[in-house]
C-alpha cells in the first residue's frame, strides 16, 4: 500500500530527525514547503483532473477528479517534498565555502571551485551593489517607490548600472586572480581540512552503498513503479 | 631590472594608442612614482608593465617588456606572477571570493604558485606583518573597510614575493595613518632589492617613498628624473599633477619672502613630520 511512497517518506523523516538535532527542523519545513508550493499547485490540479482513471471522485465541468489522479499527485509531492528537505538541510548545515574546498581537496579543479564560490557569492554582492545604487538614484531624484508604475520606471536606471558594474568587476577580479596565478596549471596545497570524524566516514560510505543499491532497485524492477 | 624599450600600446577597437614610444626602466631595488593627469596612460602603463596587456586585456603592443633580461613577449600571465605583480585601486575586486579569512586571502596567490604548506603560511604570516594586518587575520575578507580591504590586498601580492611590484593608486582608500604604513612597507620592499613602479595621485607619499618620478601626459613620458627635482618643477603644475606639501610650502615661504633661515627650520620641521 505505501509502496510509491515509503522511499520519500523515509527521506522526509531521516531529513526531519537530521534537521532537528542541527536545530533548524521550523526553518527547513517553512524553506521547503514554500519552495515546493508553486510546482505542488500545477501538479495537483494537473494530475488530479487529467489523469486517467477509473475512479471518479468528483467533477467540475468537463473535468473528472480521478482517485489515481489524487494518487499520482500525492506521490510526486511526497517526492518534491523529499528533494525540497534534503536540498534545503545540505543548505542550511553546510558552509559552501568548507564545502568546495573540501571537494577541490578530493580533486575537484579550482577552477570549479572558484566558479561555484564566486556565483555563491555574485548574488548578494549585486544586493548589495543595487542598494548603493538605488540609494544614489533616489538622492538625484529618481521615484523608486510609490505606484508600480512608477517602480517599473525606476528599474531601468539602475538596472543599466548594476549589470555594467558587475560585468567591470568580473573583469577586474579575473585580472587580479591571473596576477596572483591563479591560472598556472597544477595542484595547489590546501591550508586545512574539514574535521571528518569516524562517524561521518561511515555515514558517507553507507549513503554511497544506498545509492548505488537504490541505482540497482531501479533498474532491476525490485523497487514499486511509478504508476 | 625591468625594461619597457619604446612601448606603444593601443586598446583593441581604438583608434588612437595609449601609450606612444614609452621607455622606462625600474632598477633592483628603486621605487619609481609615476604621475600625470586623469587618462595620461597611467593605468595601462602598469598593465603593460606587469605583462596583464596584451596577455589578459586584448589589445596591440609594439616595443618590448624585459624582466630579468628576459623578454616577456608571449608569456601567459601566471607566468609572470612570480616576477612582477600588479594591484590595482579597488581593493574589492582583487578579492578573490573563495578565501574565508583575510589569512587565507593572503595565501592565496603563494598556494596557487604551487609552495609547500610552511612556505605559504611564513609568506603569509610575513606580509601580514609588513602590513600590520595580523589583528585581522580571522575576519572575513568580505567585510572589511576599504582601507582594510586595500592593505589585504597589497599584502596579498607581496606574499608572492615577486621582483618587481606595480602599484596603481595602492592608497587611494587609506587614511594618513594606513598611507605612511604603505609607504613603510614599499621602503622595506626595495631595500630587499624589489623594484617598484607606484602610481599615485598623492604626491605627498611619493615624495616620501620614490627616488625617481615620472611624469606621463597623453601617453607619453613629459618629465622623468630624481624625485625631489620632478616633484619641485613648475612644469608638473601644468600637467595637472599638484606637487608634495613640502614644494608647495617652499613656494609659499618663497613667495611671502620669509627668511631663507626660519625657511629652512620650517622645511626641517615638515620632514620631521612627514
Same mark, same amino acid.
Given at each position: 500500500?505505501?509502496?510509491?511512497?515509503?522511499?520519500?517518506?523515509?527521506?522526509?523523516?531521516?531529513?526531519?530527525?537530521?534537521?532537528?538535532?542541527?536545530?533548524?527542523?521550523?526553518?527547513?519545513?517553512?524553506?521547503?514547503?514554500?519552495?515546493?508550493?508553486?510546482?505542488?499547485?500545477?501538479?495537483?490540479?494537473?494530475?488530479?483532473?487529467? $489523469?486517467?482513471?477509473?475512479?471518479?471522485?468528483?467533477?467540475?465541468?468537463? #473535468?473528472?477528479?480521478?482517485?489515481?489522479?489524487?494518487?499520482?499527485?500525492?506521490?510526486?509531492?511526497?517526492?518534491?517534498?523529499?528533494?525540497?528537505?534534503?536540498?534545503?538541510? #545540505?543548505?542550511?548545515?553546510?558552509?559552501?565555502?568548507? #564545502?568546495?574546498?573540501?571537494?577541490?581537496? $578530493?580533486?575537484?579543479?579550482?577552477?570549479?571551485?572558484?566558479?561555484?564560490l564566486a556565483t555563491l557569492e555574485a548574488v548578494p554582492a549585486m544586493v548589495e551593489r543595487a542598494g548603493v545604487i538605488q540609494a544614489?538614484?533616489?538622492?538625484?531624484?529618481?521615484?523608486?517607490?510609490?505606484?508600480?508604475?512608477? $517602480?517599473?520606471?525606476?528599474v531601468?536606471?539602475l538596472a543599466g548600472p548594476v549589470i555594467l558594474s558587475s560585468l567591470t568587476e568580473v573583469?577586474e577580479r579575473?585580472?587580479?586572480?591571473?596576477?596572483?596565478?591563479?591560472?598556472?596549471?597544477?595542484?595547489?596545497?590546501?591550508?586545512? $581540512?574539514?574535521?571528518?570524524?569516524?562517524?561521518?566516514?561511515?555515514?558517507?560510505?553507507?549513503?554511497?552503498?544506498?545509492?548505488?543499491?537504490?541505482?540497482?532497485?531501479?533498474?532491476?524492477?525490485?523497487?514499486?513503479?511509478?504508476? | 631590472?625591468?625594461?619597457?624599450?619604446?612601448?606603444?600600446?593601443?586598446?583593441?577597437?581604438?583608434?588612437?594608442?595609449?601609450?606612444?614610444?614609452?621607455? &622606462? +626602466?625600474?632598477?633592483?631595488?628603486?621605487?619609481?612614482?609615476?604621475?600625470?593627469?586623469?587618462?595620461?596612460?597611467?593605468? /595601462? &602603463?602598469?598593465?603593460?608593465?606587469?605583462?596583464?596587456?596584451? %596577455?589578459?586585456?586584448?589589445?596591440?603592443?609594439?616595443? +618590448?617588456? /624585459?624582466?630579468?633580461?628576459?623578454?616577456?613577449?608571449?608569456?601567459?600571465?601566471?607566468?609572470?606572477?612570480?616576477?612582477?605583480?600588479?594591484?590595482?585601486?579597488?581593493?574589492n575586486t582583487?578579492r578573490?571570493g573563495?578565501?574565508?579569512?583575510?589569512?587565507?586571502?593572503?595565501?592565496?596567490?603563494?598556494?596557487?604558485?604551487?609552495?609547500?604548506?610552511?612556505?605559504?603560511?611564513?609568506?603569509?604570516?610575513?606580509?601580514?606583518?609588513?602590513?600590520?594586518?595580523?589583528?585581522?587575520?580571522?575576519?572575513?575578507?568580505a567585510?572589511?573597510?576599504?582601507?582594510?580591504?586595500?592593505?589585504?590586498?597589497?599584502?596579498?601580492?607581496?606574499?608572492?614575493?615577486?621582483?618587481?611590484?606595480?602599484?596603481?593608486?595602492? +592608497?587611494?582608500? &587609506?587614511?594618513?595613518?594606513?598611507?605612511?604604513?604603505?609607504?613603510?612597507?614599499?621602503?622595506?620592499?626595495?631595500?630587499?632589492?624589489?623594484?617598484?613602479?607606484?602610481?599615485?595621485?598623492?604626491?605627498? &607619499?611619493?615624495?616620501?617613498?620614490?627616488?625617481?618620478?615620472?611624469?606621463?601626459?597623453?601617453?607619453?613620458?613629459?618629465?622623468?628624473?630624481? %624625485?625631489?627635482?620632478?616633484?619641485?618643477?613648475?612644469?608638473?603644475?601644468?600637467?595637472?599633477?599638484?606637487?608634495?606639501?613640502?614644494?608647495?610650502?617652499?613656494?609659499?615661504?618663497?613667495?611671502?619672502?620669509?627668511?631663507?633661515?626660519?625657511?629652512?627650520? %620650517?622645511?626641517? %620641521?615638515?620632514?620631521?613630520?612627514?
Amino acid at each position: 500500500m505505501l509502496g510509491g511512497y515509503l522511499g520519500p517518506l523515509v527521506i522526509i523523516a531521516l531529513n526531519l530527525v537530521g534537521a532537528t538535532i542541527a536545530g533548524v527542523a521550523g526553518r527547513l519545513v517553512r524553506v521547503s514547503v514554500l519552495l515546493t508550493l508553486p510546482i505542488a499547485i500545477s501538479v495537483v490540479l494537473v494530475s488530479v483532473f487529467t $489523469r486517467a482513471g477509473t475512479t471518479v471522485l468528483f467533477t467540475i465541468g468537463p #473535468f473528472d477528479a480521478t482517485a489515481e489522479g489524487v494518487d499520482f499527485a500525492a506521490q510526486t509531492l511526497v517526492r518534491l517534498l523529499a528533494i525540497a528537505l534534503s536540498i534545503g538541510l #545540505f543548505g542550511m548545515t553546510t558552509d559552501p565555502r568548507a #564545502f568546495v574546498l573540501d571537494l577541490e581537496r $578530493r580533486r575537484l579543479s579550482p577552477r570549479f571551485a572558484f566558479v561555484a564560490l564566486a556565483t555563491l557569492e555574485a548574488v548578494p554582492a549585486m544586493v548589495e551593489r543595487a542598494g548603493v545604487i538605488q540609494a544614489s538614484q533616489r538622492a538625484r531624484g529618481l521615484d523608486t517607490e510609490g505606484s508600480l508604475r512608477a $517602480r517599473v520606471r525606476g528599474v531601468v536606471p539602475l538596472a543599466g548600472p548594476v549589470i555594467l558594474s558587475s560585468l567591470t568587476e568580473v573583469e577586474e577580479r579575473s585580472l587580479a586572480l591571473e596576477v596572483r596565478a591563479f591560472g598556472r596549471p597544477g595542484r595547489r596545497h590546501l591550508l586545512w $581540512r574539514n574535521p571528518d570524524s569516524t562517524a561521518q566516514l561511515v555515514a558517507r560510505a553507507a549513503l554511497l552503498l544506498l545509492l548505488v543499491g537504490s541505482i540497482v532497485g531501479k533498474v532491476t524492477g525490485a523497487f514499486p513503479q511509478t504508476p | 631590472m625591468l625594461e619597457l624599450k619604446g612601448v606603444s600600446y593601443r586598446y583593441a577597437g581604438y583608434a588612437k594608442a595609449v601609450l606612444q614610444e614609452v621607455d &622606462l +626602466t625600474l632598477a633592483d631595488g628603486e621605487i619609481v612614482g609615476l604621475v600625470g593627469p586623469n587618462e595620461a596612460g597611467k593605468s /595601462t &602603463l602598469c598593465l603593460v608593465a606587469a605583462g596583464l596587456a596584451p %596577455a589578459s586585456i586584448k589589445g596591440a603592443l609594439t616595443g +618590448t617588456l /624585459t624582466i630579468d633580461g628576459e623578454p616577456m613577449a608571449g608569456r601567459k600571465t601566471h607566468e609572470l606572477a612570480s616576477r612582477v605583480v600588479v594591484g590595482f585601486q579597488n581593493p574589492n575586486t582583487q578579492r578573490s571570493g573563495i578565501a574565508a579569512t583575510v589569512f587565507e586571502e593572503v595565501a592565496l596567490g603563494p598556494q596557487n604558485l604551487g609552495l609547500d604548506v610552511p612556505e605559504i603560511v611564513e609568506r603569509t604570516r610575513t606580509a601580514m606583518a609588513l602590513l600590520r594586518i595580523e589583528a585581522i587575520q580571522l575576519r572575513d575578507p568580505a567585510r572589511l573597510s576599504g582601507g582594510q580591504a586595500q592593505l589585504v590586498a597589497i599584502a596579498a601580492l607581496l606574499a608572492m614575493r615577486p621582483r618587481h611590484v606595480i602599484l596603481d593608486e595602492p +592608497t587611494a582608500q &587609506l587614511d594618513p595613518a594606513g598611507t605612511r604604513l604603505v609607504g613603510e612597507a614599499l621602503r622595506q620592499l626595495a631595500a630587499g632589492g624589489t623594484s617598484l613602479l607606484i602610481a599615485e595621485h598623492k604626491t605627498d &607619499l611619493l615624495d616620501g617613498v620614490c627616488s625617481r618620478i615620472v611624469a606621463i601626459d597623453g601617453g607619453r613620458i613629459a618629465l622623468d628624473g630624481p %624625485a625631489g627635482d620632478v616633484l619641485a618643477d613648475p612644469r608638473l603644475d601644468a600637467l595637472g599633477v599638484q606637487p608634495p606639501s613640502r614644494v608647495r610650502l617652499q613656494r609659499a615661504i618663497d613667495e611671502a619672502g620669509i627668511d631663507p633661515r626660519t625657511a629652512a627650520a %620650517a622645511a626641517q %620641521a615638515m620632514a620631521a613630520v612627514a
